[in-house]
């Protein structure tokens, strides 16, 4: 018996010390740096970890007009199986999309940064407000461990508050946007963080809190002022992690300077996507003008200025610059976008990690540096008639098909040397 609890405790004793080696330091901003707790600057190299606590149905090849976001699909779900079998499916499409097999490909991408989307309702019980779900702290805690094991920060992301802060899918509900005109939504916010800061205010391996996503469902202003609120809920119970202020669609000049306003610790967060959403078409010029300052469009050099000026550190939470560039072009763009970043002191993370289709294959590249093999095909299902057995093997599909990898970018992303697509 007392060899057996002398085997114990020193199990215990290898696992904590185990943990302490992994540990990472605490990182902080200074000005316009992001810093380790050495005072030496940090290159923060990150990806996006989309569709895995939020769901984006175009992510997983099951866009449809019927089911186009989480509320839909939540309350379709309750109807046809209970609220239960719902929770136990969510459960099941969780523990599948993100397995041991996708931390290593991260390191093999030699990234150190991930941003972790979540909606609410992974935390909070949905049913009793303020109240922690029994299992409120499974995937985060999961996350900052797998990350740290491998030397990777974390920045954690409220993709998607109570009421929905904006009108778009990824907010968990589409065309919703309650969260700003309902009081008590903001205090639940309130609530969530200070617990999220409760929890993890000595954890090192988190880099930061990304207090609301794409909030644009308000005035620049009312954004500013709301989230000064939630800064200081936040700093009430954690004075260490940076909190990461969200900018708005039209930009950030309406929160002025934060320290002004006796904030510290802070970077602005925006997500320039140049090849997409209207700013020209993916190809080398859009970039050029993007990353080297020319044209007379938005570019680094204009937000390096302007960050000087607020003098705050700032986080390029999403970005895209490999999609659909060709495999080559694609992964030099992605090492040359995140070197640009690195040198003017920005963390970044690219949106996102994984996509997968119904027929397969990156093609030209797709959104996702992994994405399923060509042939090994994501049945798209009608969730309205799909067996509960069709669908609990969707869900077990994304943990288990194979993979085709964006082989170009791990080949820039490890290289000594970087690629000089300008040049040509």
């Known amino acids: 018996m007392l060899i057996k609890r002398m085997a114990v405790w020193l199990a215990f004793l290898l696992a904590g010390a185990a943990q302490a080696q992994n540990a990472l330091p605490m990182l902080h901003t200074e000005g316009t740096r992001w810093l380790a ?81 979540f909606i609410y ?8 407000p303020r109240q922690l779900r029994a299992d409120a702290w499974k995937y985060l805690d999961s996350v900052i461990e797998q990350a740290e094991k491998r030397g990777i920060y974390v920045i954690l992301d409220l993709h998607g508050a109570v009421g929905s802060q904006g009108w778009e899918h990824h907010s968990g509900c ?44 308000t005035t620049p202003e009312n ?32 929160y002025g300077k934060p320290s002004d306003h ?23 010029d859009v970039h050029r003008g993007w990353l080297q300052c020319t044209g007379e469009g938005d570019n680094v050099c204009k937000w390096k200025a302007r960050l000087e000026g607020l003098n705050t550190a700032f986080f390029v939470g999403e970005f895209q610059p490999w999609a659909f560039m060709g495999a080559e072009l694609g992964g030099q763009m992605l090492r040359v976008t995140y070197d640009t970043y690195v040198a003017n002191g920005w963390a970044s993370t690219a949106w996102a990690y994984k996509v997968v289709t119904n027929k397969g294959g990156q093609g030209k590249g797709t959104w996702g540096l992994v994405t399923n093999a060509p042939g090994a095909k994501i049945p798209q299902l009608d ?32 290289s000594p040397t970087p690629p000089t697509p300008f040049a040509k």
């Not at 602005?268 to 993916?282: I, N």
């Open 223 to 254: 954004l500013a002022v709301v989230m000064g609120t939630l800064y200081q809920a936040i700093r009430e119970i954690d004075k260490q992690h940076v909190i990461i202020l969200p900018g708005h669609s039209k930009g950030i000049d309406a």
């Open 37 to 117: 707790a050495d005072g030496q600057q940090t290159a923060l190299r990150g990806v996006n970890l989309g569709n895995y606590l939020i769901q984006e149905f175009w992510m997983m090849g099951q866009e449809s007009k019927a089911v186009d976001d989480q509320c839909k699909l939540e309350a379709l779900l309750d109807r046809r199986f209970g609220y239960d079998e719902r929770q136990r499916l969510y459960t099941l499409f969780r523990d599948n999309w993100i397995k041991p097999r996708d931390w290593d490909m991260l390191s093999k991408l030699n990234l150190n940064l991930v941003r972790l989307p």
């Open 262 to 284: 006796g904030m510290f610790n802070v970077a602005f967060e925006m997500h320039p996507y140049p090849g997409h959403f209207g700013w020209g078409t993916p190809g080398l």
């Open 174 to 217: 589409a065309g919703k946007n309650k969260y700003w005109d309902t009081p008590e939504y903001q205090e639940r916010t309130i609530w969530l963080w200070q617990q999220i800061a409760a929890r993890y205010k000595d954890r090192g391996a988190v880099a930061g809190y990304s207090i609301l996503n794409e909030p644009w469902g």
């Open 121 to 128: 309702s992974v935390i909070e019980d949905e049913k009793h």
């Open 383 to 414: 969730f309205n008639q799909a067996s509960l057995a069709d669908i609990e093997n969707l869900f077990r599909l994304f943990g288990s098909v194979p993979y085709e990898p964006q082989q170009t970018a791990i080949k820039w992303m490890n």
